[in-house]
């Protein structure tokens, strides 16, 4: 992902409109990238502190929440990608079972069984 990318992202992960596939990309990069890890910080700091502002809540550690939703956002991450490799597990199984099946068959059938 390039910096002009992920600044394009920073909005929509804000606003939590982030596509899955590119909240993936998006993490990485702003964990690699200290210009653009800035830039969301920037924005976080603005878009957050105004909806406490509005709210009249709030912690006022907005950096610390930054922090806490990046945290939750890879969590969630983690997540897709073990029920993706749990799927691409499960998938798997159930084809080489009926490849196990269907060569039992087709030897029955060749010894003349049912």
Same mark, same amino acid.
């Given at each position: 992902?390039?910096?002009?990318?992920?600044?394009?992202?920073?909005?929509?992960?804000?606003?939590?409109? +982030?596509?899955?596939? @590119?909240?993936?990309?998006?993490?990485?990069? &702003?964990?690699?990238?200290? $210009?653009?890890?800035? /830039?969301?910080?920037?924005?976080?700091?603005?878009?957050?502190? +105004?909806?406490?502002? @509005?709210?009249?809540?709030?912690?006022?550690? &907005?950096?610390?929440?930054? $922090?806490?939703?990046? /945290?939750?956002?890879?969590?969630?991450?983690?997540?897709?990608?073990?029920?993706?490799?749990?799927?691409?597990?499960?998938?798997?199984?159930?084809?080489?079972?009926?490849?196990?099946?269907?060569?039992?068959?087709?030897?029955?059938?060749?010894?003349?069984?049912?």
């Amino acid at each position: 992902m390039t910096c002009r990318e992920a600044q394009r992202l920073v909005t929509p992960y804000i606003n939590k409109e +982030i596509s899955d596939d @590119d909240l993936a990309e998006f993490l990485k990069h &702003i964990d690699s990238c200290e $210009e653009c890890r800035e /830039e969301l910080e920037i924005y976080f700091m603005v878009d957050v502190g +105004i909806r406490q502002l @509005d709210e009249g809540t709030g912690t006022y550690n &907005i950096k610390g929440a930054l $922090e806490a939703a990046l /945290e939750i956002s890879r969590q969630h991450v983690r997540l897709l990608h073990m029920i993706q490799t749990a799927r691409y597990a499960v998938n798997t199984l159930c084809f080489w079972a009926v490849a196990v099946l269907l060569f039992m068959q087709a030897r029955m059938w060749i010894q003349g069984g049912i």
